[in-house]
């Protein structure tokens, strides 16, 4: 296991340095979405409604909407509270174990000591044994303050996060308002059919019947060859769709260039376009035209056709 924080117990003058660890993980089957057309994986993208660019988390704020203003909280803001930084796990006070509703356990941490001698951690675990007591605390871990129950696992400390008061619901149900009559022979009988259920809790009697069935379906599609190659789930043009500045209507690429090449074909076909034909001159006007033409040309091509006159010998 991998330390996800490091703290101190503090409690009076007395500090233990500890290591904190999950104490808890998750084993259902990850599964992502695809499209069911062609397999292609499903992307969920971080879009700016303003500008409609695709956000890095390194340029994400988080904000607070109250009414018709948003008051926007930069990763500075939050880390100027103090409660938010703090690295002790305070204890309060100690109170019965049996005080703790198991309805406000939230997540739990297995805690290791984290100094050259363990002392300190032994001692205050044989204690909350000795005394049955659980130590009530306040820690910040994940930029939250947290409420948490410090007490024994095992050989081991273990902080279990509680759920504040005001997040944990009143059950106020009026289908119970109802007087019922329940007869001593029916209780008598209920407690029969309980007892015949009796027994101590075992966690590893029982498993995950739908997980196991997942995983069996899942291996029998891959070796009867119903599967796709993973490569092809994420297409060709990832690189393309990743650009921050290509916008959800921005069209097709082939489609632009497709339309810029017709409308540039049209744009040259009207320039090439012939001149109207005119109507054909009749024959006085083509004879009066290449008069004028020699004439306008002294010396030229008319002038050298005149044949030369012969000179005496």
């Not at 090449?261 to 090439?272: C, F, L, P, Q, V």
Request: proline share 4%; net charge negative.
């Amino acid at each position: 296991m991998k330390s996800i924080w490091k703290g101190a117990i503090t409690f009076g003058l007395v500090n233990v340095p500890v290591k904190v660890y999950s104490a808890t993980e998750d084993h259902d089957i990850g599964l992502h979405q695809v499209h069911n057309k062609d397999g292609g994986r499903i992307r969920y993208q971080r879009r700016c409604e303003v500008c409609h660019k695709i956000v890095d988390y390194e340029n994400i704020d988080k904000a607070y909407e109250e009414g018709e203003r948003t008051v926007v909280l930069t990763e500075d803001d939050l880390d100027s509270l103090p409660e938010e930084r703090s690295r002790e796990i305070d204890v309060v006070e100690f109170v019965p174990s049996d005080q703790l509703d198991p309805i406000t356990f939230d997540r739990s941490y297995f805690l290791e000591p984290d100094s050259k001698s363990s002392k300190a951690y032994v001692l205050l675990r044989r204690t909350l044994e000795a005394t049955d007591r659980t130590a009530i605390v306040h820690f910040a871990l994940r930029q939250k303050t947290r409420l948490g129950a410090l007490r024994v696992h095992g050989d081991v400390l273990m902080l279990q996060s509680l759920l504040w008061d005001d997040e944990v619901r009143d059950a106020q149900f009026t289908s119970l308002d109802e007087k019922v009559r329940i007869s001593a022979k029916e209780l008598e009988m209920s407690a029969s059919l309980v007892e015949s259920f009796a027994a101590d809790f075992s966690p590893e009697k029982f498993s995950d019947d739908y997980q196991e069935q997942l995983r069996e379906l899942i291996e029998a599609k891959l070796k009867k060859g119903d599967a796709v190659s993973t490569d092809e789930t994420f297409g060709k043009d990832d690189a393309d769709e990743d650009s921050d500045d290509n916008p959800d209507n921005v069209l097709d690429l082939m489609e632009a260039l497709k339309r810029s090449i017709e409308a540039s074909r049209s744009t040259k076909g009207a320039a090439r376009k012939p001149a109207a034909k005119s109507k054909p001159k009749s024959k006085s006007q083509s004879k009066s035209a290449s008069t004028a033409k020699a004439k306008a040309k002294p010396g030229g091509e008319a002038a050298s056709k005149s044949p030369a006159k012969k000179t005496g010998t």
